[in-house]
């Protein structure tokens, strides 16, 4: 199982910016914190919550940009990362606002429009009003949007915890500036400063080609001659076990050793940041790449504990129990995660591997029919002649299998 490839939008604006040394600020970038960003509204009510969510979700299930883009706050996002008043007094943040707002909901659509989104609930906590979705597609990720109101008074998105990367976009992305260019953005910058600020900015636009462009291996080869400064930087560190999970599955799919290079990636990542918010998601890969599914189980039990609970999650558990060869907790688990989810064919897959396996025909007539009903998968009538079907193809079962087969094409 791969992580879910969602990209924090941290390279957009720094790919683009810093072509020489800022005057000095009257308020220094640097010094900012979270506690100094804009605060959300709060007067928003659970139905405006609630028809938020429908729409968002729906932007990205039916792949409709415009929409998409229409439920951001662009400037309420910026001012989350640096306040208005700190960009006002800054040249190089003035144009990164700009550069911000011609790009970002055009990218952040694009990371996010090839996985189903359903909302799972809306709460509020200290911050504001939030709606936790969650996301799947190459694997499962959850995502918390902070709503508040646009000038117009419209309830937009202005900020969100990504659960893969385990940052908010606001601090991901102040917290890159100010690790690896404070001189630049302060004006503080000497010449050396500068030279230095500006290569990490060549190099943060290099590694964005790469991992957008799916070069994972020239990533990796490009990661490790990093300085050390670089290398240890948060969201960098995050792309890497991206990339390096990414290689590690290409590999094992291939035949070949992985040579660890996934597990040093996040271990070395879990030795960085032992209190990340995203160590359950990497955790899942890390175990199910090691086989160690009891592991597994316990780090999708935080897991659900963390987001307040999700059905899709007995996929996960059904599918670490499948492998342990316990299709007697297995079936259960994803019998459950089938009736929440219906449609992942993942869901279908796993149990279908269990029924051929245990002859049980009827069982296997019902995932087969079901799976094609609530999924986009259409199966070949005879299987293509697969020898694990062979049973299957011999039974009573199979000629309900071929009237639904028959009707499917009319």
């Given at each position: 199982?791969?992580?879910?490839?969602?990209?924090?939008?941290?390279?957009?604006?720094?790919?683009?910016?810093?072509?020489?040394?800022?005057?000095?600020?009257?308020?220094?970038?640097?010094?900012?914190?979270?506690?100094?960003?804009?605060?959300?509204?709060?007067?928003?009510?659970?139905?405006?919550?609630?028809?938020?969510?429908?729409?968002?979700?729906?932007?990205?299930?039916?792949?409709?940009?415009?929409?998409?883009?229409?439920?951001?706050?662009?400037?309420?996002?910026?001012?989350?990362?640096?306040?208005?008043?700190?960009?006002?007094?800054?040249?190089?943040?003035?144009?990164?606002?700009?550069?911000?707002?011609?790009?970002?909901?055009?990218?952040?659509?694009?990371?996010?429009?090839?996985?189903?989104?359903?909302?799972?609930?809306?709460?509020?906590?200290?911050?504001?009003?939030?709606?936790?979705?969650?996301?799947?597609?190459?694997?499962?990720?959850?995502?918390?949007?902070?709503?508040?109101?646009?000038?117009?008074?419209?309830?937009?998105?202005?900020?969100?915890?990504?659960?893969?990367?385990?940052?908010?976009?606001?601090?991901?992305?102040?917290?890159?500036?100010?690790?690896?260019?404070?001189?630049?953005?302060?004006?503080?910058?000497?010449?050396?400063?500068?030279?230095?600020?500006?290569?990490?900015?060549?190099?943060?636009?290099?590694?964005?080609?790469?991992?957008?462009?799916?070069?994972?291996?020239?990533?990796l080869d490009e990661y490790s001659r990093l300085s050390v400064r670089m290398r240890s930087q948060r969201s960098i560190m995050h792309l890497r076990v991206v990339a390096a999970n990414s290689v590690a599955v290409e590999r094992s799919s291939a035949g070949k050793a992985t040579e660890g290079v996934y597990a040093k990636a996040v271990d070395e990542y879990r030795m960085a940041h032992p209190d990340a918010s995203n160590l359950e998601l990497l955790l899942l890969d890390y175990y199910f790449l090691k086989e160690e599914y009891k592991k597994v189980l316990d780090v999708v039990d935080q897991l659900d504990k963390r987001i307040g609970g999700d059905p899709y999650l007995n996929l996960l558990r059904g599918n670490a129990h499948y492998l342990m060869?316990?299709?007697?907790?297995?079936?259960?688990?994803?019998?459950?995660?089938?009736?929440?989810?219906?449609?992942?064919?993942?869901?279908?897959?796993?149990?279908?591997?269990?029924?051929?396996?245990?002859?049980?025909?009827?069982?296997?007539?019902?995932?087969?029919?079901?799976?094609?009903?609530?999924?986009?998968?259409?199966?070949?009538?005879?299987?293509?002649?697969?020898?694990?079907?062979?049973?299957?193809?011999?039974?009573?079962?199979?000629?309900?299998?071929?009237?639904?087969?028959?009707?499917?094409?009319?």
């Open positions: 199982m791969q992580l879910q490839r969602f990209v924090s939008i941290l390279l957009i604006v720094v790919s683009m910016l810093f072509n020489a040394c800022s005057k000095k600020s009257k308020s220094d970038p640097t010094k900012v914190t979270q506690a100094d960003v804009v605060k959300p509204a709060t007067d928003i009510t659970e139905a405006e919550a609630k028809e938020f969510g429908r729409v968002f979700a729906a932007a990205l299930n039916k792949q409709l940009p415009v929409l998409f883009k229409n439920r951001l706050d662009v400037d309420g996002m910026f001012y989350r990362i640096f306040p208005k008043r700190v960009v006002d007094a800054n040249r190089e943040l003035k144009s990164a606002k700009s550069t911000w707002g011609a790009r970002v909901g055009e990218q952040l659509f694009q990371n996010m429009n090839r996985t189903h989104v359903e909302v799972l609930r809306h709460f509020k906590d200290a911050e504001g009003t939030k709606i936790r979705f969650r996301m799947v597609g190459e694997g499962i990720s959850y995502m918390d949007v902070l709503l508040s109101r646009n000038s117009a008074g419209k309830v937009r998105l202005v900020d969100y915890l990504d659960y893969v990367s385990g940052d908010t976009l606001s601090e991901s992305q102040r917290r890159l500036f100010q690790q690896l260019m404070p001189g630049l953005i302060s004006g503080k910058a000497s010449q050396a400063t500068a030279k230095e600020e500006l290569v990490n900015v060549k190099n943060l636009k290099l590694l964005g080609s790469l991992f957008h462009s799916g070069q994972y291996n020239k990533f060869g316990d299709n007697e907790q297995a079936l259960p688990l994803l019998r459950l995660a089938e009736k929440a989810c219906p449609w992942d064919a993942d869901i279908y897959n796993t149990q279908l591997e269990i029924c051929i396996e245990e002859e049980d025909h009827p069982e296997t007539t019902r995932v087969l029919i079901a799976m094609e009903e609530n999924t986009d998968t259409e199966m070949d009538e005879n299987f293509n002649g697969s020898e694990p079907f062979k049973a299957y193809r011999n039974s009573d079962e199979f000629p309900k299998w071929q009237a639904h087969v028959k009707k499917r094409g009319n």
